[in-house]
């Protein structure tokens, strides 16, 4: 759940602010689906940047032993 969850939260926010034309008193809609939006881009943001910052850590055997190569 990776990516799936940031585009999730984004589309649901997407589909508040952009589709939903509702009227509630002390609520405002558009704003939740604003802030669940930029909610969504920043977790998608810090996802990218955690698997970036992993993936340059690979495991290589040599000699029986693993050995983790900085790249």
Request: aromatic share 6%; glycine share 10%.
């Amino acid at each position: 759940m990776k990516y799936g969850g940031a585009v999730a939260l984004m589309v649901i926010g997407a589909i508040l602010y952009f589709a939903v034309n509702v009227e509630i008193q002390a609520v405002n809609i558009d704003m939740i689906g604003l802030i669940l939006m930029v909610g969504g881009v920043a977790w998608l943001i810090i996802t990218v940047i955690v698997d970036a910052s992993t993936r340059r850590k690979r495991v290589v055997p040599a000699d029986g032993r693993h050995e983790i190569i900085e790249e």
